[in-house]
């Protein structure tokens, strides 16, 4: 593998309360998933999130997820499928206009937290989440997670789609994420999240916690915005890719049209 895409969570600040550090983040990353004032930021965070990654040359996607800023987007919200449509429609418009008032477009769209891990295992959510990014703009790219519902649902209904697997998160044995409720779920060692992906380009799919491997493609290595780490792991994984000779490169280049 000559290329590989790195993304990370970022904008997920809000009014004067402050999560992450998009400006030390970006310069190692290729696409940045933008919070579009559902779990997270507000119209203010946005801009200057789509402005910082215009000036580093990164591509811009949109983050929505459920409307819970109290959880951070990380407790489900039931909701019906015209909500779900209706929701992530207001979301990624509301990302589009600022992108386009900054000079940029919207690349793609990647779920968060509890929408996307439910999206993941309950078809009719994915469907849900597919059928509002094709009503959206049936040439975007869906940035989901491998062997998932959701990339399948996307495959379905004809978007590109790009296959992700997370940098700082364990692997259940069925290639689910190890919920965040167990103890050893996250990964908080830059040099052990390294480990992970060098065995994941290794075996060329997933390493899960009991050792198993599961192969499959994948396009992108995702890194935590939100992490007490994820400048260090950020930094790492950025340098171990270099020594590889593995070039950063924006989702749009690694999915075909």
């Not at 364990?170 to 919920?179: F, H, K, M, S």
Request: hydrophobic share 50%; proline share 5%.
């Amino acid at each position: 593998m000559h290329a590989i895409n790195v993304n990370a969570d970022c904008g997920e600040s809000f009014g004067p309360w402050a999560m992450g550090d998009d400006a030390a983040l970006l310069p190692l990353v290729a696409s940045a998933n933008v919070a579009c004032g559902g779990h997270a930021g507000d119209p203010m965070v946005m801009t200057h999130t789509v402005r910082l990654a215009r000036s580093l040359g990164v591509e811009v996607g949109a983050h929505p997820g459920y409307p819970d800023l109290q959880g951070f987007g990380r407790r489900v919200i039931p909701m019906s499928a015209e909500e779900i449509r209706a929701m992530l429609l207001a979301q990624i418009g509301a990302l589009e206009a600022i992108a386009r008032a900054e000079g940029m477009k919207l690349a793609y769209v990647k779920p968060h937290g509890a929408l996307n891990n439910l999206a993941c295992v309950d078809r009719a959510v994915a469907e849900s989440v597919v059928e509002a990014i094709a009503a959206w703009d049936r040439s975007s790219i869906l940035l989901a997670p491998v062997a998932s519902q959701l990339a399948k649902a996307g495959e379905e209904r004809g978007l590109r789609v790009a296959y992700e697997v997370y940098v700082d998160r364990r692997y259940a044995a069925d290639g689910t994420l190890v919920p965040r409720s167990h103890p050893d779920a996250l990964l908080h060692d830059p040099a052990e999240c390294v480990a992970q992906v060098a065995r994941f380009f290794a075996e060329g799919g997933i390493v899960t916690a009991n050792g198993s491997v599961l192969r499959m493609p994948f396009h992108s290595l995702c890194v935590h915005g939100d992490s007490p780490g994820a400048i260090a792991t950020a930094r790492a994984l950025h340098g171990w890719l270099e020594a590889q000779g593995i070039a950063l490169a924006p989702l749009a280049e690694l999915v075909g049209g």
